[in-house]
């Protein structure tokens, strides 16, 4: 069974700061990965994905995530948050079949004007 | 065009009642999904449809939960004899095909209250 774990809960930044937010999974085959941002009183969207190749995977908004095989890890990072980014973020992994999403937790993200 | 919709948004039921939540999923769409979400976590799978067909339902919790696509487009998430620990977002989302490449498109969610 695959499962995802989110380190962080609760983040707050000031507009600037750098972000890295931890993602973690553990599956036995090979893995789709994604991240998905829902903003205050809207839907989940994706911010992000990643199938294979290149492990640095660039998405909207200045977001990009990093796979890392060995460490079975794939981090969210924007090197400048802004106000507009507080949001609440989910990694979440799905089999070859793609037919299913396990979400980790998710990771609430204030940033302070 | 219109995304994924879902009705009600919110329902507070009594424990013991039948309640019927209903998602349109994107047009075109083939793949639909039910997620749940409980308060603090992220949404678990339910059960997913390609066209009519349940494809994979493992994630349902037990026998009061069942879901319908007859047309292979609305769907209809069915749970009988709430349960106070039913309380949750209910959340669909659509695919325009299965498989990984096939983005998957979430509605608002219905947020359920079972007293």
């Known amino acids: 069974a695959q499962s995802v774990s989110q380190h962080n809960h609760h983040v707050i930044l000031s507009e600037a700061a750098s972000l890295e937010l931890g993602c973690n999974y553990s599956?036995?085959?090979?893995?789709?990965l994604f991240w998905y941002v829902q903003y205050p009183g809207q839907h989940l969207q994706l911010l992000l994905k990643y199938f294979s190749g290149d492990p640095l995977v660039k998405g909207i908004k200045g977001f990009e995530a990093e796979f890392i095989k060995s460490k079975f890890s794939f981090n969210l990072r924007k090197p400048s948050v802004q106000w507009s980014d507080t949001a609440e973020y989910f990694c979440?992994?799905?089999?070859?079949?793609?037919?299913?999403?396990?979400f980790g937790g998710g990771t609430r993200l204030m940033v302070k004007p | 065009g219109a995304g994924v919709s879902q009705t009600p948004s919110n329902k507070v039921t009594e424990k013991g009642k039948y309640v019927e939540l209903r998602c349109d999923p994107i047009s075109g769409h083939t793949a639909l999904y039910w997620y749940r979400q409980s308060l603090g976590q992220g949404p678990e799978f339910l059960i997913y449809f390609q066209g009519t067909g349940a494809a994979d339902d493992s994630g349902l919790p037990n026998d009061r939960f069942f879901a319908v696509r007859p047309e292979g487009s609305v769907s209809t998430l069915k749970i009988q004899r709430t349960e106070r620990g039913d309380s949750a977002v209910y959340l669909c989302?659509?695919?325009?095909?299965?498989?990984?490449?096939?983005?998957?498109?979430f509605g608002p969610g219905t947020r359920l209250t079972v007293l």
């Open positions: 599956y036995g085959g090979t893995v789709n």
């Open positions: 989302a659509s695919s325009l095909g299965s498989g990984r490449s096939n983005e998957q498109f």
């Open positions: 979440a992994v799905s089999n070859n079949a793609g037919n299913m999403l396990t």
